[in-house]
């Protein structure tokens, strides 16, 4: 039904193929919300959103946290084009005083693990009382890190997506729909 009303985007020299539907999304974001709110009731949270790409995901989230918290950003980059580069830079640290509160770091995408490799020794840094990732995909067969995600969204196989936050190139961040490369 979805793949015959939603079509293919073109960004820049690549075409993209519908992959998941804006409700599947949301409903999923959902029942991440919901297990979020029953382990972490009554705690001292702070959320940790990854920018660029985790941004709709935090904003979608969090309308579905019904406990009081704190939310802030840090932005990294790794990624080059369709691939990441292996090296992992912080553009924006964490300003807030994370010291004995539970840290939830909000990414949009777990690929290789590297960025969450660098996230975590930037952060277990000024000793929070825990640390874990809501991730809302996770690539698997693709991931060769230290921590893996402990809230997943959707495991997907290695292939380049785009779309509610992800870009290729930094364009096609603003779709509510998921797309993926399509094959030549
Ligand atoms: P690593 O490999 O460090 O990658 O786990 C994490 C970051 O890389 C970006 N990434 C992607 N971006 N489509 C994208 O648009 C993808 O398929 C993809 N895979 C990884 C993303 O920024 C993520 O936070
Ligand atoms: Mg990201």
Redesign the pocket.
Known sequence: MWFQTYCNVRIKDKEFEPYISSSDIQSTIQKIADQINTDYSGKSVIFVG?L???FMFAGDLLKNIDFNCEISFIK????EG?S?SGK?HELIGLVNDIKDKHVIIL????????????IFSMINHDEPASLEVASL?Y?PE??Q?KHSPKYVGFEIPK????GYG???LEE?RNTKDIYELKDK
Request: net charge negative; aromatic share 12%.
């Open positions: 990854v660029n790409g985790a990294v980059a790794s990624y369709t990441s992992v990414e949009d995408i777990v690929d290789t693990g590297l960025t969450l490799n660098k995909l690539k693709a991931f890190g292939k380049f997506i785009v992800l870009d290729y096609g």
